[in-house]
């Protein structure tokens, strides 16, 4: 941001945080500025594509008051989880795609992640949770559905997306909520299980964290 805004002091803040690994589809951050605002938008934009590293590109820029925090503001999140099962995918994959090598009942996974919508305690699907943590979150939609949202030649014949929405989500809850299905796919877990893990009286966390790679922030909605 130096190189673009020069000795102007300045402060930014992101609209979330994501895990190691993790990628990104959609993303924002807020831009403050101690002196005047800026005088072209897209004409800053541009020049701060320029300086960008080339994983990272800015689409859009929007003056906001100075009343507006990305952070307090509400907001509607959706990830994708982009995974496969069975054969080894083409090491391409791997930025993008989690493949399990075994088989997975991939229907019985479709109903698992239906269970996950609606207002719960998701205290299992929480790493390290404080005192002060807001265990109890509303997923606005949860289902697992054949990925054509993000495709490449090299992607495996068949893939799948669990797509997730909210408000906000907890610690690693995701990847967790994704673990547990792979779990329920493999016959480890059942459908059972996966209801009463939501229950606020049931204490056994999910221990299994699916890899951060096949994560996606894919839209951030503000309202």
Known sequence: MRFVLGEVRFKILGASRTDAMVSAQEAAFELFLDDEP?????????????????DIRATTIQEVDEKFNIIQHPKKKEYIYLF??????????APLLATFQEDLDIDLMKK?????????????????????????????DCEIVKNTLIIANFFPEHSYALKVSGTGFLRNQIRLMMGALVLLGRGELSLEYLQKSLSPDIHDPITYIAPGSGLILNKIDFE
């Open 38 to 54: 800026l005088e072209n938008l897209e004409e800053f934009l541009t020049i701060f594509n320029k300086n960008l590293p080339q």
């Open 84 to 93: 496969a099962f069975g054969a080894k995918s083409h090491p391409f994959c």
């Open 112 to 140: 698992g992640a239906k269970l996950f919508k609606g207002k719960h305690n998701f205290r299992n699907y929480c790493t390290k949770p404080t005192e002060h943590t807001i265990l109890e979150r509303e997923v606005e």
